[in-house]
């Protein structure tokens, strides 16, 4: 487009995805080409400061979030969405069999899955285009939305990537111009992964002449579990080894490990573990301070071992000859799948020594994704072992970066494998039907339940309804407001009524911080002693056993499910109008309502006449698909499936037998469709027919 063009045209409109003095530059530079009206940047978590606010404006820029205000929370699932199905889109462009990609995989060890790591990659990609996509995507929503006029007026002014030329080529057709700026941090990223792996070896490398070990503890030569340290370790709660008490599996061969640095082994954790006589290992990584430099984490994996140290110096090898195939290829995104490849080669390495070293053949992390769990995938399949997951959230959406590659998988029931684990980017080669993974729970609550209940009885309410509020971030404006309305009418009514009580369950922040414009009102509540927040480390069930009624937010409410298995009667109120979700079909205006003001109409006629709403609050119609057990006996049956795993490593079976051994076991305890089996090459179609025969026949059809 010339000069002479741009004068005949309306203003633009310049998106910026991120605020700094290149991106500034850039701006002054595009301006000379192209008059502005407006240059919206783009505020994903946290507010800019203040001071840089007031300049930014002081400039005429404005300050949106990455969803305005303008665009309500079903447009905003409708934008996401898309942006995830564009993602699969896009990344089938990036990567290609015929283009260089492929050979570069050439030059890894072959004992490494080439299929999983050409999958880690396309999850690294889909990591890095996330924001700019979802930008994109609320762009061309916002033009369409005014009938087109802004279509060809937009210039989006993005962080300078190795897929810049893939967006220019995706949005072509939208007539959004894409320009970038330098991006400082990618290439810091960059050579921060090829020197963290010298780093690491040297480190390594000196630990192990000066004789350190990871720590003092002694461990049987017995096939063993490594647990991942993730969610905690008290048995009461939901911890990593829910499923130990009870299945029968010795304590020594459970090794729970610590890795990450946001949940490390504090003296609590501690005395716990060594009180139970659970054996531990910090494989925290060496950290240099407490911030990230220039967008790069300074953590080195230290692991003081010879075999380690060689793997170490071999991916070193590696990286560098895949370093000059990219020089010579020339192809920018070449480096990308370098830096890839080199941090995952490396954490294979560290898994690998691991596992070698204290002869792990399961390891078992209740964690969604990202790079150390497919490391770990495939380090355990290199020394023969099985790698073990489950899901402990009911799922509204899939998307490729939450995708896993395991062995088996331990999922509550078959809706969750027809309607989301029979996607592509699921490769899970075994599912386990356990039912819900904290059912245990459910009984171990009532005790408290009963005393909040009688607690809120006491106070003369008759009718007792529990709020469970998901927290989401601050950077969703209207889902916020949406929320706060739902409180609003809540709060008011138990003000009003004095034969209500009610309950509130966040997730982890309490809601006068997080809905401070509610705060008053919610004070004004408590003041009844008719309302109460249940904070702390609790299971959602404690409150939803004390309650005639269980309130969630967004369609698939893990809490609200939680509620529902634990025989509450349960609603939610999605406020993203998640239509394609399964729930609705049979659901809809039953257990989940869309509108605000029907929901409480139907709340006040069931507290009148509790027989004139069929079906409200009642889930059975789904539940059996959930969890087809509702036995309270989940973790049991993991246990007893994962000591089944054990026992025949002992017996020096390799991993084909064990898992066989284990589907059979269960199969004949639990019933013939309790294991779901797949080989690598069937598709999500037969899958979903799989499941479907199953469900049918279950049903008697």
Known sequence: MTKDQNKNESPYVCWVDH???????????LRLQYPF????????????????????????????????????????????????????????????????????????????????????????????????????????????????????????????????????????????????????????????????????????????????KINDQEFNASAKIAVLHAQGVNLEKKTDYFWFPGSG???????????????????????????????WINLLPWKIGHKKLLGATAEFNRFPDKGYLKLLMQTLKTSIRILFFCL????????????FLTALLATINFFEAFFKTYNIKVHFAMHDGGRDMVAANIAIEVVGGIDLCTHWS??????????????????????????????????????????YLFDRSFESCQKKSKKYRQQLLNEGAEFIICLFD??????????????????????????????????????KINPKVKLSAIASLLQEAETTKRCFVLMGDTFPNEASQASD????????????????????????????????????KEGHHKIVFDDLDEMFETIARFRLEPLSRKGFGDYSFILPEIDPFRDHKASERIGIYIR?????????????????????????????????ERSLSSDATSVENMVDSIVLSKRGI
């Open 19 to 29: 605020v700094s003095f290149l991106a500034l530059a850039r701006i002054l530079f």
């Open 37 to 212: 009206t407006a240059i919206r940047y783009i505020t994903i978590s946290l507010q800019v400061k203040k001071i840089v606010e007031r300049f930014l404006k002081s400039l005429k820029f404005e300050n949106v979030y990455l969803f305005a205000n303008n665009v309500s929370p079903h447009e905003e699932m409708a934008i996401t969405n898309k942006t995830y199905d564009d993602t699969v889109s896009f990344i089938d462009q990036v990567i290609k069999p015929s283009e260089s990609v492929t050979p570069m995989l050439s030059f890894i060890d072959e004992r490494y899955n080439k299929e999983t790591i050409d999958f880690f990659m396309k999850q690294e990609i889909a990591f890095e285009i996330d924001v700019p996509l979802r930008l994109f995507n609320c762009i061309i929503f916002q033009s369409q939305k005014t009938r087109g006029t802004a279509a060809s007026k937009n210039i989006v002014l993005i962080k300078d990537n190795y897929w810049i030329d893939y967006f220019r080529s995706f949005y072509a057709s939208h007539v959004i111009q894409v320009s970038a700026y330098p991006n400082i941090k990618e290439f810091i990223n960059k050579i921060y992964v090829f020197f963290k792996l010298i780093v690491e070896i040297f480190l390594n490398g000196i630990l192990l002449v000066l004789g350190k």
């Open 249 to 279: 599996i010795n304590s020594e061969q459970i090794l729970l490990y610590f890795k990450y640095p946001t949940r490390p082994p504090s003296p609590e954790v501690l005395e716990f573990v060594n009180r139970n006589k659970i054996p």
């Open 328 to 339: 010579i290829n020339r192809r920018r995104k070449l480096f990308g799948f370098w830096k």
């Open 394 to 435: 009911s799922y509204d959406t899939t998307m490729l970066t939450m995708g896993k590659s395991h062995d088996v998988c331990f999922t509550w029931g078959p809706f969750f494998t027809k309607h989301f684990f029979s996607k592509p980017y699921y490769s899970f080669k075994n599912f386990v039907y356990s039912g």
């Open 470 to 507: 998901q927290n989401n971030p601050i950077e969703r404006p209207l889902w916020n407001q949406e929320v706060e309305k739902l409180y609003r009418r809540l709060l008011e009514l138990v003000i009003k009524d004095k034969k209500l009580g009610l309950i509130i369950k966040p997730k």
């Open 549 to 584: 009624l269980a309130i969630g937010v967004s369609v698939a409410s893990t809490p609200t499910v939680e509620a529902a298995l634990a025989g509450a009667k349960c609603i939610t109120f999605d406020l993203e109008s998640h239509y394609e979700h399964p729930f609705y």
């Open 644 to 676: 089944v795993l054990l026992e025949e490593f002992v017996k020096g079976h390799n991993k084909a037998r064990v898992i066989n051994v284990a589907n059979e076991f269960y199969r004949r305890q639990y019933g013939q469709d309790k294991v779901l």
